[in-house]
């Protein structure tokens, strides 16, 4: 159980390699910041926990959870909140699934998760499993805009060890496919509230009839409400069109979607990717596929698996496959297509890898090849695909004297379409859809059919200004180029452009800003990064997501070392670590080989400005001590190359953590500001150096075997603790 008092700083329990890293970091963490008297606890929100808090009614008492997704999403509306949130599982259904048998199989009495529900019952148990999938945690937690950007030591550390980048060709056929129509950006209605209001959702059949989707929606003055739908027919002509076009071109077919932050409408859509791409198979063998329970959005490994015992619709699967394009490959090695399971397919994630190495991607033959990175909905797409065509003409960037884009992102109060997933349904008839205000105004209405993917998003009033200040603030500190990304000619963006350009101008700075299409945008800050100059990228909240993995990757090689400051808008901070999409491939590393090569540098960074934040707010000298000594030991860890190493028998995140508590503890020995800390650290710095052969050997020891965690996604504390802590030396020291 967590907790009942509130600690100075939350460190949030997560999953896979970042919670694997906690167990070795945070034992250090508490040990030093004790010292300062500041109190650091722990508070879950890892997908097996947020299970766990879900069903106590089915639990022991000793299983039983709080649930403290909840506890922190009422602490981060308070000015005294100071949390530090490691990346999270944003689950999938196979992930969920398979977190859910895991600890079925530790004794967890949990129901099993309904795919097809069909008494009340199941809708029941359907309901409370799905508030679990995709980006349940995000909106939660984020009650205040995004201010994110390369801490200045990573990006100085970057430009004098610049990382490979792949060559780029002017006849490269790597290309950017989107629909030309009938997407969510073409279909989008957009209008701001002039008054408080509730509002519903219902679908009116051809005959009349009405269904509600969605009621009791309610909505501030101010509020910006868009509408729209993706038609399932238009998606699946496309699809058969890329597909075939893949085909002549000689390229990999890769689909790039958001099938963990979009859990509703992106599962659908790659489910549609599925059928469009084993067409055949679908068309021959559909009421058997059913029979077998193959649910496309679930991905081709899923369905792979309910095919073992029939042979002859295998034998098809090959047949079609090895007619179709071959697909780009999350795993080649080990036979993982891009279409095997849907939260491997993270856009944010796979489109800057791929733009970072030249426009490859790995094929089923373990060679790199050109890819159609087939990205269905075109409001975002033009990003990826102005970036190629720059590349494509001007050459790869060079890392060591390109400047920064730094962001700042609209996402308090789960702004825009990343807080759109209780009002995304796929149309179950032919119809039109309204949505229906309190007064009986039809706000937005749009004619679809059955198969169709409509949502609705919101934005509101108090985030927009919040936002729009925090750019003005951010572009006053740096001094450099400023750009909006809003496209005027897209409903929703022009109703934020509303907002925007009077603010500005009331505040005298809109000669400081730059208001830009995403495409434009795009252009713009590659070339001024490319002079080595600096630009700030004001955007909503997808595109905060996009943009803070694509310039990171592109000018440090990874976005996990990005600072990440959510500045609550009631005075609190929340600190993020970076992004956790490689963290499945670390983990089956670790179990295989006991080689962490997780970089805690993003956590580095985040305790750093944490401690900052909490001198400020609570007036403790010693915490800003502390953090100027973090950063201190961050830049310690860079200058001296003390990041881990990606092969077994190397130095690990282990290895990291020891080297930082000892530059940590160096730097607070060393310091005047505080006598105490000095004479408190200096023994402490001491007994690290003087044992730092036991030490190093202790933890190089520990590598080469299987490690034992007792569960992937619900792990043994005592167990995780013995391979994550394996010298005796370092834990006498720190305790």
């Given amino acids: 159980m967590a907790e009942n008092t509130t600690p100075d700083i939350i460190y949030t329990k997560v999953d896979e390699a970042p919670e694997l890293a906690s167990a070795s970091f945070l034992p250090i963490i508490k040990k030093f910041a004790n010292a300062a008297g500041v109190t650091v606890g722990t508070r879950d929100i890892s997908l097996a926990g947020r299970i766990i808090a879900t069903f106590p009614e089915v639990l022991t008492e000793d299983q039983r959870q709080t649930d403290d997704l909840a506890v922190l999403g009422e602490l981060v509306k308070t000015p005294g909140a100071n949390v530090i949130k490691l990346p999270n599982i944003s689950a999938s259904v196979p992930q969920l699934v398979a977190a859910i048998k895991e600890l079925q199989g530790q004794g967890y009495a949990l129901p099993d998760y309904p795919e097809a529900p069909e008494t009340d019952t199941e809708k029941a148990i359907r309901a409370k499993y799905d508030t679990i999938k995709g980006s349940a945690v995000n909106p939660v937690l984020r009650e205040g805009n995004s201010d994110r950007r390369a801490a200045k030591a990573v990006k100085a550390y970057a430009q004098a060890n610049p990382h490979r980048m792949g060559d780029w060709t002017a006849n490269s056929k790597t290309r950017v496919s989107s629909m030309s129509g009938n997407d969510f950006v073409s279909n989008e209605k957009s209008a701001t509230l002039a008054a408080e209001t509730g509002a519903k959702i219902v679908l009116v059949g051809k005959d009349g009839s009405e269904t509600v989707l969605k009621d009791g929606l309610s909505y501030p003055a101010g509020t910006v409400v868009d509408a729209t739908f993706m038609s399932a027919k238009a998606l699946g002509m496309f699809l058969e069109d890329q597909i075939a076009k893949t085909k002549a071109d000689g390229t990999l077919f890769s689909l790039h979607l958001k099938a963990t932050m979009m859990k509703v409408s992106d599962p659908i859509i790659f489910g549609h990717a599925v059928k469009a791409y084993l067409k055949p198979v679908f068309d021959k063998y559909g009421d058997e596929l059913a029979a077998a329970g193959v649910n496309p959005n679930s991905g081709l490994g899923d369905m792979l698996a309910r095919l073992d015992d029939k042979p002859e619709i295998m034998a098809e699967v090959e047949k079609v496959m090895a007619e179709r394009p071959p697909l780009y490959m999350v795993d080649s090695d080990r036979g993982i297509t891009n279409l095997h399971v849907p939260s491997d397919v993270i856009v944010d994630a796979s489109m800057p890898a791929l733009i970072r190495a030249g426009g490859k991607g790995w094929g089923p033959d373990g060679k790199e090849h050109d890819s159609n990175c087939v990205i269905p909905d075109n409001s975002y797409a033009p990003v990826y695909d102005e970036t190629i065509n720059y590349f494509k003409e001007t050459g790869k960037l060079d890392p060591a004297t390109a400047g920064t884009v730094q962001n700042i992102g609209l996402m308090a109060q789960k702004a825009e379409e990343y807080g759109s997933h209780p009002t995304t349904f796929e149309i179950p008839h032919d119809g039109t859809v309204k949505m229906i205000l309190s007064d009986g105004t039809v706000l937005h209405e749009h004619t679809v059919e059955a198969g169709d993917i409509w949502r609705s998003a919101s934005t509101r009033k108090a985030p927009i200004q919040d936002w729009v200040q925090l ?249 995780t603790a013995s391979v994550m802590r394996p010298s005796a030396t370092l834990n006498s020291i720190i305790g």
Avoid at 524 to 547: M, P, Q
Avoid at 662 to 678: F, G, H, K, M, V
């Fill in 471 to 719: 750019a003005i603030d951010r572009q006053r500190a740096e001094g450099c180029e400023a750009i909006f990304w809003l496209n005027a000619d897209r409903a929703h963006d022009a109703e934020l452009i509303k907002y925007v350009k009077p603010i500005l101008e009331a505040k005298g700075v809109a000669d400081k800003f730059k208001i830009m299409a995403p495409r434009e945008a795009t252009r713009a800050s590659l070339e001024t990064i490319r002079a080595g100059k600096n630009s700030i990228a004001v955007t909503g909240n997808v595109l905060r997501d996009y943009l803070t993995d694509l310039f990171p990757i592109l000018e440090l090689a990874t976005s996990a070392k990005m600072l990440s400051i959510v500045k609550l808008m009631n005075g609190g901070g929340l600190f993020e670590t970076g992004a956790g999409g490689s963290a499945p491939k670390h983990v089956q590393q670790l179990q295989q080989e006991n080689h962490l090569r997780w970089d805690s540098l993003g956590e580095f960074c985040a305790l750093g400005e944490s401690l900052q934040f909490l001198a400020d707010a609570r007036g403790n000298e010693k915490a800003r001590v502390l953090g100027k000594a973090v950063d201190a030991a961050t830049q310690g860890i860079l200058d001296n190359n003390r990041s881990p190493s990606r092969k077994v028998g190397e130095p690990d995140n282990r290895d990291s953590h020891y080297w930082f508590a000892r530059y940590w503890a160096e730097a607070l020995a060393a310091q005047s500001e505080d006598a105490d800390l000095a004479a408190h650290f200096a023994p402490i710095a001491k007994a690290l150096a003087d044992n730092e052969s036991a030490i190093i050997s202790e933890l190089a020891a520990a590598q080469g075997s299987p490690a034992d965690l007792g569960g992937y996604y619900h792990t043994d504390a005592d167990k």
